[in-house]
T-cell receptor, first 115, second 115 residues
Framework: GEDVEQSLFLSVREGDSSVINCTYT??????LYWYKQEPGAGLQLLTY?????DMKQDQRLTVLLNKKDKHLSLRIADTQTGDSAIYFC???????????????FGQGTILTVHP | GAVVSQHPSRVICKSGTSVKIECRSL??????MFWYRQFPKQSLMLMAT?????????EQGVEKDKFLINHASLTLSTLTVTSAHPEDSSFYIC???????????FGQGTRLTVV
């Protein structure tokens, strides 16, 4: 089955860039997502990319995809203390079926931003 | 945007009782809803997928008689934890998607504590 792996912890200083990494194993066409979870809250969709894309940028967020290595990264520019949260990488197969939309999540990366 | 509302956000119940958690899509028709369980500092584990008007599809290892899922309308799915025990204490999160979008949107989550 699909597997998604992430680094567990990242600590950065306020104003620096954060890079959160993720690898996945699904070899079929797939959507790849980044979600943010603050303590005690649900998941907020930050951005997503289709597996035939190399890069997607949305304000402070840049997603880079290395299809050959199945490596995905999320870069947060000018990281702020409010960015401290758990970030989940997730993948979803493009193909349909009764489980259409089913996500496989990584373990989550705890981002801590120091003043 | 697409809003998913989950209720209640927190619930404490006695061991042996049943608890119902609601997941509503407020501004779109949720043809598919997903129920996840999250343990502290861990990733989300998919429990089941429900398509409107059909029986839920449970993941391996999830007891369908203990976690009853109903998806009777395009805007509401419910998860009932029957005969709850302390080991059922967890954070339960739903997500919903319609047939037109690639992404699923998450509810705020429900913190269940069984005492």
């Amino acid at each position: 089955g699909e597997d998604v792996e992430q680094s567990l912890f990242l600590s950065v200083r306020e104003g620096d860039s954060s890079v959160i990494n993720c690898t996945y194993t699904d070899s079929s066409s797939t959507y790849l997502y980044w979600y943010k979870q603050e303590p005690g809250a649900g998941l907020q969709l930050l951005t997503y990319i289709f597996s035939n894309m190399d890069m997607k940028q949305d304000q402070r967020l840049t997603v880079l995809l290395n299809k050959k290595d199945k490596h995905l990264s999320l870069r947060i520019a000018d990281t702020q203390t409010g960015d401290s949260a758990i970030y989940f990488c997730a993948e979803r197969p493009y193909a349909g079926g009764t489980s259409y939309g089913k996500l496989t999540f990584g373990q989550g990366t705890i981002l801590t931003v120091h003043p | 945007g697409a809003v998913v509302s989950q209720h209640p956000s927190r619930v404490i119940c006695k061991s042996g009782t049943s608890v119902k958690i609601e997941c509503r899509s407020l501004d779109f028709q949720a043809t598919t809803m997903f129920w996840y369980r999250q343990f502290p500092k861990q990733s989300l584990m998919l429990m089941a997928t429900s398509n409107e008007g059909s029986k839920a599809t449970y993941e391996q290892g999830v007891e369908k008689d203990k976690f009853l899922i109903n998806h009777a309308s395009l805007t509401l799915s419910t998860l009932t934890v029957t005969s709850a025990h302390p080991e059922d204490s967890s954070f339960y999160i739903c997500s919903a998607r319609d047939r037109f979008r690639t992404e699923a949107f998450f509810g705020q989550g429900t913190r269940l504590t069984v005492v």
